[in-house]
């Protein structure tokens, strides 16, 4: 990941200046060319953000997962995932449904209404999860206590708020998210 001295004023551990940024810049990379590229398309000089001090690094991860989750999920369809083939006569309940797609669409069909937006809910608050633990930086449960904690501070997305609130199916106020939920 990569910034230019503009996106770093105002981050924790960096110079109020963007000539003091870019001073702090050149002091940090002290000729390691991996630590720094020319931009294409411009004048202007990135640097890696391996190179800056550790709490930049947070605060720049932090920044740019918050701004993943404000962008709407694409639609596309998840990859099939193919699992070994287990013996004939180990069937469960599960490998049931999937051994008989009319058996799923009715099963499917039987949901309400209420009941398919609880399960889209948790679904795309599973697929946010995700994005963030794909970032560097990020693993799966960083990634939980990140939107846990964001949620209750209400930095995060008027749309993930209200996902949390379907998902949780509770009625009356108490409707919290953990990382244990």
């Known amino acids: 990941m990569y910034v230019i001295a503009k996106e770093l004023i105002g981050a924790p551990g960096m110079p ?5 940024i870019r001073q702090a810049l050149q002091r940090y990379v002290q000729g390691k060319s991996c630590c720094s590229r020319r931009r294409s398309g411009s004048k202007a000089t990135e640097y890696s953000i391996d190179c800056l001090p550790e709490v930049t690094q947070q605060a720049l991860r932090e920044r740019y997962a918050l701004q993943l989750m404000t962008q709407k999920a694409d639609e596309s369809p998840a990859p099939v995932v193919i699992k070994a083939r287990r013996s004939p006569a180990v069937v469960d309940a599960v490998e049931a449904y999937r051994g008989s797609p009319q058996l799923m669409v009715e099963r499917l069909n039987a949901l309400t209404e209420n009941q398919r ?6 679904i795309a608050i599973v697929s946010e999860v995700m994005k963030v633990a794909q970032q560097p930086g990020f693993s799966c449960a960083k990634a939980i206590r990140f939107i846990v904690d964001n949620l209750a501070r209400s930095q995060l997305d008027e749309r993930i708020v209200a996902m949390v609130e379907t998902a949780n199916a509770k009625k009356g106020n108490s409707r919290a998210l953990s990382e244990i939920t």
């Open 16 to 20: 109020a200046t963007t000539k003091g």
């Open 117 to 122: 937006q609880v399960a889209d809910a948790r």
